[in-house]
Nanobody
Framework: QVQLVESGGGLVQAGGSLRLSCVAS????????VGWFRQAPGKEQEFVIA????????YTADSVKGRFTISRDNAKNTVYLQMNSLKPEDTAIYYC???????????????WGQGTQVTVSS
């Protein structure tokens, strides 16, 4: 069982930046694909970005391409989501998740964090 804890959310003005962190409880985290998903009020959860265990493969949703980047530090069991040029439509709860597979579908992800709120004011 992998436990994930997100942090770094908060309130930011449009155009600003935030960096989210996802810390895992297990050292085997380094062998997992890690993804970020988000859910805005009244909307379905959607895929944002993911990184393979080695970092060689990354997947980014069109809505955040060019603004969000993902990286990982396996020695620290941590994955980072750097969010730049934030827009009000980026407001959502952001969830970190991991899977032993490679993909962007939420059904493929086995372990989830509790989420962290990101609010972007206009």
């Amino acid at each position: 069982q992998v436990q994930l804890v997100e942090s770094g959310g908060g309130l930011v003005q449009a155009g600003g930046s935030l960096r989210l962190s996802c810390v895992a409880s297990e050292r085997t985290f380094h062998s997992y694909t890690v993804g970020w998903f988000r859910q805005a009020p009244g909307k379905e959860q959607e895929f944002v970005i993911a990184i393979s265990w080695s970092g060689a493969n990354r997947y980014t949703a069109d809505s955040v391409k060019g603004r969000f980047t993902i990286s990982r530090d396996n020695a620290k069991n941590t994955v980072y989501l750097q969010m730049n040029s934030l827009k009000p439509e980026d407001t959502a709860i952001y969830y970190c998740a991991c899977t032993a597979r490679l993909g962007i579908s939420r059904d493929q992800y086995d372990y989830w964090g509790q989420g962290t709120q990101v609010t972007v004011s206009s």
